[in-house]
């Protein structure tokens, strides 16, 4: 398996919803990555988590929590989110530094 | 600070019109290279990895090279399904940081 699988593809929710983004790699990656992405920009890194342990948060909003419930999956929590928030989320993989990310095919998340 | 630039920010060419784009990058010390292909709405897509100048990898129309400021993705002969933008990325080796992104060059390829 040499693929990150990201659900649901498609999600709308309100402003006072709580839903999650869920993430699942098998390839043996002990390094996983949340970005966002808006429209004609690169991704922008959110969370790292290495060997389970959250190792890097760049200043996300609470609103935003991520969870390693184990070295497969990957989750990332939502809560209060704002309009601005809406973009496509992308969760990424890595065996180990100087490899390649594995990309997984994003969740469009709209906030309405 | 790790800074990664790429040129043009767009790119349209003629099927058969072959090119090239650029990514100039400044890093402490360079751990690795990496281009990605990304179509709209999609997760990048891994292409290339490249470590050390004078390096370079083919794969189908797609040559990438590299040398100690900047790395070249050139496309020969394209075709339409080679529209896409093209993702750099860098990694410097001070330990475990994450890749830093280019913005990209979106490449349109005309029939």
């Known amino acids: 398996d040499t693929e990150v699988t990201q659900t649901p593809k498609h999600l709308v929710m309100g402003m006072t919803n709580k839903k999650s983004l869920k993430c699942e790699q098998h390839m043996g990656h002990r390094a996983m990555y949340w970005y966002k992405q808006k429209a004609k920009k690169p991704p922008e890194l959110m969370f790292v988590?290495?060997?389970?342990?959250?190792?890097i948060n760049e200043s996300v909003p609470s609103r935003f929590s991520p969870e390693c419930p184990n070295s497969s999956l990957l989750n990332l929590h939502l809560h209060a989110l704002q309009p601005e928030d809406s973009a496509l989320y992308l969760c990424?993989?890595?065996?180990?530094?100087?490899?390649?990310?594995?990309f997984g095919s994003g969740t469009r998340l709209t906030v309405v | 600070e790790d800074q990664v630039t790429q040129s043009p920010e767009a790119l349209r060419l003629q099927e058969g019109e072959s090119s090239s784009l650029n990514c100039s990058y400044t890093v402490s010390g360079l751990r690795g290279l990496f281009w990605y292909r990304q179509d709209p709405g999609k997760g990048p897509e891994f292409l290339f990895t490249?470590?050390?100048a004078g390096e370079e990898k083919e794969k189908e129309r797609l040559k990438a090279t590299l040398t100690k400021k900047e790395s070249f993705l050139h496309i020969t002969a394209p075709k339409p399904e080679d529209s896409a933008t093209y993702l750099c990325?860098?990694?410097?080796?001070?330990?475990?940081?994450?890749?830093?992104f280019g913005k990209g060059t979106r490449l349109s390829v005309i029939a």
């Open positions: 988590y290495s060997y389970e342990k959250l190792s």
């Open positions: 490249l470590y050390s």
């Open positions: 990424a993989s890595s065996q180990a530094a100087a490899s390649g990310y594995t």
């Open positions: 990325a860098v990694q410097d080796n001070s330990g475990n940081t994450p890749l830093v």
